[in-house]
């Protein structure tokens, strides 16, 4: 009856003699992370190459996916969805249709931030020979936009998050960050177990027993990349699993103390330009770093390929990531199309998005974007379609098609298939896009097309005549 909160109760016993003692002790409490003290920054500079040619006219954090969003929705829904509603988005190159993208999504469409924001950091140069350089990596980014976080408004920000614009998952962030209170990181990483066929394409890590990093190694090749398997069921994988996947891989998302980061940036690291090869691999003798392990489904789809892969997983039966999700939902710009008339069509596992017309055609395994039009005879399998901005109207397509001219979509008895067809395409009628000679690489840029890794991209606003065959 004695004992109460915050007491230690105890008993001393000696040879003849008992005796209680009390001790005033601290409750001892779990600090809990508060997303008013969490700032996101979202890399959205990039140039993109490995995403060329979607990425030739727009950002990579602008480019379309699963029908009617775009990647940089992702971390901008993930954010929304945590509570964390200060948020920064770093861009440089191609940069106006993600700025266009963000501002008719995020503000004032029913998205609220309430005392937060979403601000737009574009890059600039200012006076000074140092001043007229363009970021020079993803940390250069950050550095250049430091003095935001010295900014009165944003005293009270304890802890960054930096993320990419090019990733496909579902995550929590504040579980990120509550993992990096607990553990009193100077810096978090979210990792996530990977297979020894892309292990090469990450930043890898190594960690003790308590999480803590204690090898960094970003991108190894050869024996340096045998060197970072781990036992991965020492995370939580299974047997089978550990197998499969014996490396653990950063994700490329970040947790930091706003102070450590101001000084790794300002004065330990000075002309540092990247997080994974240089700042990180850096701090970890210096700083606690610690690994987090995302369990969850998680792609990085900077590749065509693995753009392509992760796009049309979506189509299957039961994907391992959708967007369709009512708790966490994914935000997009408000679009106010009519729904998708469907006229005799045979649709096998696909995704079909608002405003489309498809008329007497076939669709299998594949993603038909917004206002898409897909005449009589159209057979498209195996393709991710993004879709048009605008509509042309009956009597605008029947004109076109009068003057011998090829209207936005498909055309009547087109067969396509591998295939990448990016926004306001026009393909004519009769054409066969089928990569018959299975080239693996290819640039035709004159021609409307590339191809990487087999699949065939369709340049935006390209125009593929009648009887074209690729």
Same mark, same amino acid.
């Given at each position: 009856?004695?004992?109460?909160?915050?007491?230690?109760?105890?008993?001393?016993?000696?040879?003849?003699?008992?005796?209680?003692?009390?001790?005033?002790?601290?409750?001892?409490?779990?600090?809990?992370?508060?997303?008013?003290?969490?700032?996101?920054?979202?890399?959205?500079?990039?140039?993109?190459?490995?995403?060329?040619?979607?990425?030739?006219?727009?950002?990579? #954090?602008?480019?379309?996916?699963?029908?009617?969003?775009?990647?940089?929705?992702?971390?901008?829904?993930?954010?929304?969805?945590?509570?964390?509603?200060?948020? %920064?988005?770093?861009?440089?190159?191609?940069?106006?249709?993600?700025?266009?993208?963000?501002?008719?999504?995020?503000?004032?469409? *029913?998205?609220?931030?309430?005392?937060?924001?979403?601000?737009?950091?574009?890059?600039?140069?200012?006076?000074?020979? $140092?001043?007229?350089?363009?970021?020079?990596?993803?940390?250069?980014?950050?550095?250049?936009?430091?003095?935001?976080?010295?900014?009165?408004?944003?005293?009270?920000?304890?802890?960054?998050?930096?993320?990419? *614009?090019?990733?496909?998952?579902?995550?929590?962030?504040?579980?990120?960050?509550?993992?990096?209170?607990?553990?009193?990181?100077?810096?978090?990483?979210?990792?996530? #177990?990977?297979?020894?066929?892309?292990?090469?394409?990450?930043?890898?890590?190594?960690?003790?027993?308590?999480?803590?990093?204690?090898?960094?190694?970003?991108?190894?090749?050869?024996?340096?990349?045998?060197?970072?398997?781990?036992?991965?069921?020492?995370?939580?994988?299974?047997?089978?699993? $550990? +197998?499969?996947?014996? /490396?653990?891989?950063?994700?490329?998302?970040?947790?930091?103390?706003?102070?450590?980061?101001?000084?790794?940036?300002?004065?330990?690291?000075?002309?540092?330009?990247?997080?994974?090869?240089?700042?990180?691999?850096?701090?970890?003798?210096?700083?606690?770093?610690?690994? /987090?392990?995302?369990?969850?489904?998680?792609? &990085?789809?900077?590749?065509? +390929?693995?753009?392509?892969?992760?796009?049309?997983?979506?189509?299957?039966?039961?994907?391992?990531?959708? %967007?369709?999700?009512?708790?966490?939902?994914?935000?997009?710009?408000?679009?106010?199309? #009519?729904?998708?008339?469907?006229?005799?069509? +045979?649709?096998?596992?696909?995704?079909?998005?608002?405003?489309?017309?498809?008329?007497?055609?076939?669709?299998?395994?594949?993603?038909?974007?917004?206002?898409?039009?897909?005449?009589?005879?159209?057979?498209?399998? &195996?393709? %991710?379609?993004?879709?048009?901005?605008?509509?042309?109207?009956?009597?605008?397509?029947?004109?076109?098609?009068?003057?011998?001219?090829? #209207?936005?979509?498909?055309?009547?008895?087109?067969?396509?298939?591998?295939?990448?067809?990016?926004?306001?395409?026009?393909?004519?009628?009769?054409?066969?896009?089928?990569?018959?000679?299975?080239?693996?690489?290819?640039?035709?840029?004159?021609?409307?097309?590339?191809?990487?890794? *087999?699949?065939?991209?369709?340049?935006?606003?390209?125009?593929?005549?009648?009887?074209?065959?690729?």
């Amino acid at each position: 009856n004695k004992i109460k909160p915050g007491v230690a109760y105890s008993v001393i016993t000696t040879e003849n003699d008992t005796q209680t003692v009390f001790v005033d002790m601290p409750r001892l409490e779990r600090r809990r992370a508060n997303p008013k003290d969490v700032a996101a920054v979202i890399l959205g500079g990039g140039e993109g190459t490995k995403l060329f040619p979607l990425t030739s006219r727009t950002a990579t #954090p602008a480019v379309p996916v699963g029908g009617c969003y775009r990647l940089i929705d992702i971390p901008m829904s993930n954010c929304i969805n945590s509570a964390i509603n200060k948020i %920064f988005v770093l861009t440089q190159y191609n940069s106006a249709p993600l700025n266009r993208h963000i501002a008719r999504t995020y503000f004032g469409n *029913g998205v609220s931030f309430g005392d937060g924001f979403v601000e737009v950091l574009a890059a600039t140069q200012t006076p000074g020979e $140092a001043g007229k350089k363009w970021f020079q990596g993803t940390a250069d980014a950050v550095r250049k936009f430091i003095w935001v976080f010295e900014d009165a408004k944003n005293k009270n920000i304890e802890n960054i998050v930096v993320l990419s *614009g090019d990733h496909l998952y579902r995550m929590d962030y504040m579980e990120l960050v509550q993992n990096h209170i607990d553990r009193n990181a100077d810096i978090t990483l979210s990792c996530a #177990p990977a297979e020894d066929s892309r292990a090469s394409d990450f930043g890898l890590v190594k960690i003790d027993s308590r999480g803590r990093v204690v090898q960094f190694a970003e991108k190894p090749k050869g024996f340096d990349l045998k060197a970072m398997q781990v036992d991965t069921t020492l995370v939580g994988l299974s047997p089978q699993d $550990a +197998k499969k996947s014996p /490396y653990i891989a950063s994700m490329g998302v970040y947790v930091f103390k706003t102070d450590v980061l101001l000084k790794l940036l300002k004065w330990s690291y000075p002309t540092s330009n990247d997080f994974g090869s240089e700042i990180i691999p850096a701090a970890i003798d210096d700083y606690n770093v610690q690994a /987090y392990i995302f369990k969850d489904y998680w792609e &990085d789809i900077g590749t065509i +390929k693995s753009f392509y892969n992760a796009s049309l997983a979506l189509t299957q039966e039961f994907p391992e990531f959708q %967007f369709y999700d009512p708790k966490t939902p994914f935000y997009t710009s408000p679009r106010f199309l #009519p729904p998708t008339k469907i006229d005799n069509c +045979k649709i096998k596992d696909a995704i079909i998005s608002h405003g489309c017309f498809l008329r007497d055609c076939s669709v299998e395994h594949s993603i038909v974007g917004e206002r898409s039009r897909l005449d009589c005879g159209v057979e498209l399998k &195996d393709t %991710f379609m993004m879709g048009a901005d605008y509509y042309q109207t009956e009597s605008e397509i029947a004109s076109l098609l009068a003057e011998g001219k090829v #209207p936005i979509g498909i055309g009547e008895n087109t067969k396509i298939r591998k295939c990448i067809i990016d926004k306001n395409a026009k393909i004519g009628k009769n054409v066969s896009i089928i990569n018959k000679d299975g080239v693996q690489e290819a640039d035709r840029p004159e021609e409307g097309f590339y191809i990487r890794s *087999g699949i065939i991209i369709i340049l935006e606003k390209a125009t593929i005549r009648d009887g074209t065959v690729i």
